[in-house]
């Protein structure tokens, strides 16, 4: 017989660079338990690589959120971001022998709360479609199942590719088209900021972004990506492409070429997008180019704070998971 806590967990608190083992362990673990329970025993979730962690933590600021144990071990912890007032969390995870004792629901509420109170319009999460207990869960609090996010990948093959634009933050001019990349993603989304997210990226080394211009030279889209290894202890064996703006699929489809190209100059051979699907132009283009959809998530937002209207025919993809 389990007996019941003494005490609840206490929290929450702002992780430091110290606890990145101990939320690596948990993630694992709890992840791991959840594909048991949805009949996928023979999975095992690794653990991420640390420097995704710091893009995480530093991401989100004090938004990342953790719980504590009465003995001071962690026991939960869920990382909210905020691009803008585009709001959303993850990721997020009880440990299992603290699960089923309301610890979830608070830490949910701990972050709507704290997006709510910086002005978010959109406050959102992803969760695995076949994996009815959370999507039951998130309801409860408000949350409303949405399009899916499918990760659409292909192996890629050497051939004559452009040269493509790096953002590089490094580089002589970067402030300038750091203030296009925003410029360009207040107009076609108004109220999403990646600014955040294509510095870390950069500073990181996690990996850069690709610009692609009009013939006059004005920024036409932009394709953030991640080349760094997801897992932790495993070698770099793909490219991510996480946020992307694009004023149509014609840019699409040369911010896919720019990709492409970033790719194969890092001798890596895979290729994936985060491609949210209700942009059905921009999904059914990269079918159309050869990506094939290898895995699927559950868009879900809260009532009162969907996703922000985009300009018609822009496309803009926006990882809600790191």
């Not at 997801?230 to 490219?239: N, P, Q, S």
């Not at 209700?278 to 559950?298: H, I, M, N, P």
Request: aromatic share 8%.
């Amino acid at each position: 017989m389990a007996w019941p806590h003494e005490r609840r967990p206490f929290g929450p608190s702002r992780p430091t660079a110290r606890d990145i083992d101990a939320l690596n362990r948990m993630f694992a673990d709890a992840f791991t338990d959840r594909y048991r329970r949805d009949g996928l025993g023979g999975v095992r979730v690794p653990k991420l690589n640390p420097a995704i962690w710091r893009y995480a933590l530093e991401d989100a600021e004090d938004g990342a959120m953790i719980w504590r144990d009465e003995s001071g071990a962690l026991c939960g912890f869920n990382i909210a971001h905020l691009s803008g007032r585009e709001g959303w969390m993850g990721p997020l995870a009880v440990r299992t022998d603290r699960q089923g004792e309301g610890l979830g629901k608070e830490m949910l509420g701990a972050a709507i709360d704290w997006l709510k109170r910086r002005g978010a319009a959109t406050i959102g999460l992803e969760t695995m479609p076949r994996t009815i207990d959370n999507i039951g869960f998130y309801s409860s609090l408000g949350f409303v199942p949405r399009p899916l996010t499918v990760t659409l990948t292909r192996d890629l093959s050497r051939g004559p590719r452009p040269s493509p634009e790096w953002l590089a933050a490094s580089a002589p001019g970067a402030e300038v088209r750091l203030a296009e990349c925003r410029a360009l993603t207040a107009r076609l989304a108004p109220g999403v900021d990646f600014t955040r997210e294509l510095c870390l990226t950069a500073t990181l080394g996690l990996g850069d972004t690709a610009l692609v211009r009009d013939r006059d030279g004005a920024l036409a889209g932009f394709a953030l990506y991640h080349a760094a290894p997801l897992a932790d202890g495993r070698m770099a064996d793909e490219v991510r492409v996480l946020k992307l703006v694009a004023t149509g699929v014609d840019t699409l489809g040369r911010l896919v070429d720019a990709v492409e190209a970033a790719a194969l100059a890092g001798h890596l051979r895979r290729l994936s997008f985060r491609a949210q699907s209700a942009f059905e132009a921009g999904y059914l283009c990269l079918v159309r180019l050869g990506y094939r959809a290898s895995w699927t998530d559950l868009r879900m937002t809260l009532s009162g704070f969907g996703e922000a209207p985009v300009s018609p025919g822009a496309i803009v993809w926006s990882n809600w998971e790191i």
